[in-house]
């Protein structure tokens, strides 16, 4: 059993996502119920106000979908690249707080910017330079540049 827990606690991060999913889920399944109990009453507006209902939970489940797809892709290329041994070497100088020092992180950055222009068609680098957008605290770039490399990775991967 405690192999289990050790296993357990080792992907904080997935047990997240699965709580937050199952939270969202919960949600979605509740105001789905509303709409539809709206939706089956009597009068215009509130079937109105029902089916109305039904658009936060199609939008809720859009999201949903496409966040733990990226999610799937990004693990499967950080998988692909830790074997090939491609990743970024997590060997930047931290806070006593565990945060990156952002001096460094920035130090870092060209060279990951500089693989990107000189190879823009490699996922592997656009993967990288997110890496190092998301060490320097850039969090928007950093998801932008790992969707780019989402799309890379999917037109370079034979569809089975």
Request: some cysteine.
């Amino acid at each position: 059993m405690s192999t289990f827990f050790s296993g357990l606690f080792q992907n904080k991060a997935k047990i997240g996502v699965l709580l937050v999913t199952v939270l969202l889920v919960f949600y979605i399944l509740v105001v789905a119920q509303r709409g539809w109990l709206l939706l089956t009453s009597d009068g215009l507006v509130t079937k109105a106000m029902g089916a109305a209902y039904f658009v936060l939970p199609a939008v809720g489940v859009w999201a949903l979908v496409r966040e733990l797809l990226f999610g799937v892709k990004t693990e499967k290329m950080a998988r692909i690249l830790a074997d090939e041994g491609g990743l970024p070497v997590d060997n930047l100088p931290r806070t006593p707080g565990g945060r990156i020092v952002r001096e460094a992180a920035d130090a870092e950055f060209p060279k990951y910017q500089a693989e990107v222009e000189a190879d823009p068609e490699q996922w592997r680098a656009w993967f990288r330079l997110s890496c190092a957008y998301d060490a320097a605290g850039d969090r928007k770039r950093a998801r932008s540049s790992m969707r780019e490399a989402g799309k890379l990775f999917s037109a370079s991967v034979p569809a089975s």
